[in-house]
């Protein structure tokens, strides 16, 4: 079983900066992938930015320019990987619940496993 826990929402004004932070730990083989999705109000999720185990970034046109992805991966024994969001820039319409996304395998061989982070809030208003 995996565990990912999000850290680093909150409200901030127009114009400020959040950084997001996401902790993935547990039965984890490998990662293929890790990203940030984002649902508001009345929205259906939609994808913010994704990095595979190589480092290739992928953006939301949305974000582009005001947003960066990252991660660290200490070790695959100490099994501990955490993945970022950097967002600039931040206006209303980056209001929603941030969720955190790992895609991993639990074993060689294995089918790939999404799991999801409980979610974030990130609120930005005046």
């Known amino acids: 079983q995996v565990q990912l826990v999000e850290s680093g929402g909150g409200l901030v004004q127009p114009g400020g900066s959040l950084r997001l932070s996401c902790a993935a730990s547990?039965?984890?083989?490998?990662?293929?992938?890790m990203a940030w999705y984002r649902q508001a109000p009345g929205r259906q999720r939609e994808l913010v930015a994704d990095?595979?185990?190589?480092?290739?970034?992928?953006?939301?046109?949305?974000v582009k320019g005001r947003c960066t992805i990252s991660r660290d991966t200490i070790s695959r024994d100490n099994a501990k990987n955490t993945v970022y969001l950097q967002m600039n820039s931040l206006n209303s319409e980056d209001t929603a619940v941030y969720y955190c996304?790992?895609?991993?395998?639990?074993?060689?061989?294995?089918?790939?496993?999404?799991?999801w982070g409980q979610g974030t809030q990130v609120t930005v208003s005046s």
């Open positions: 996304n790992v895609q991993y395998k639990f074993k060689y061989g294995s089918g790939t496993v999404w799991a």
């Open positions: 547990g039965s984890i083989f490998s990662i293929n992938a």
């Open positions: 990095i595979t185990s190589g480092g290739v970034t992928n953006y939301a046109d949305s």
